[in-house]
């Protein structure tokens, strides 16, 4: 079998698996952590995901995100993160389910705790800080707030799988830092 179709069965039987948690637990934190430990497993098949398998484009600015899965009808969207550049974003929801695991290099997810009020009056605060490399993960319900931070150095590569895909999300929010005020977020990758 060839490395790409092997690693395309191992991607079918995670995301079965997946499928499988969340059809039984619903959305909850318990199945997402489950979802995580099968991710996790996914992930740390590292010789699946050899780096030149992921090149990133040269106008892609040192960030790339390729789309690995997604159901038919938009569901259970699995993305390679790749990146070799100082990668930030402000704090954000998703409004579906996400779980985001290493392969390779660093992620760092500050997660924050409450929603800050419609405008932002009450700003987010971090609650923790969850280190995403090869063998751990991190798991956000649909209305928890993350921001990402990527180092240069070093290839990052990281699964970012997500309940439904980018292209179905509507009214996500992003906390804008200069403004102290939300502001909408929708259909980016992160
Ligand atoms: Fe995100």
Redesign the pocket.
């Known amino acids: 079998m060839s490395r790409t179709a092997e690693r395309n069965q191992a991607i079918s039987e995670a995301l079965g698996q997946v499928r499988s948690i969340e059809a039984e637990q619903g959305v909850t934190r318990k199945a997402l952590e489950d979802i995580r430990d099968v991710m996790v497993g996914l992930a740390t098949r590292a010789e699946l995901f050899p780096e030149e398998d992921f090149p990133i484009p040269d106008d892609a600015n040192g960030e790339w995100f390729d789309v690995l899965s997604v159901d038919d009808d938009g569901r259970f969207e699995l993305y390679m993160e790749v990146a070799n550049v100082h990668v930030t974003?402000p704090p954000?929801d998703?409004t579906t389910w996400?779980v985001v695991t290493g392969i390779r290099g660093l992620e760092l997810n500050k997660i924050y705790e409450g929603d800050g009020g419609p405008k932002g009056e009450a700003p987010l605060k971090v609650d923790h800080e969850v280190a995403v490399k090869a063998g751990t993960g991190v798991c956000l319900m649909p209305d928890d707030f993350?921001s990402?931070h990527i180092e240069p150095g070093q290839i990052n590569m990281h699964l970012h799988l997500y309940g439904l895909g980018f292209a179905h999300l509507k009214g996500r929010k992003m906390f804008d830092e200069a403004t102290r005020e939300y502001r909408s977020f929708d259909s980016l990758p992160?």
Request: net charge neutral.
């Open positions: 974003t954000h998703h996400a993350h990402i992160s």
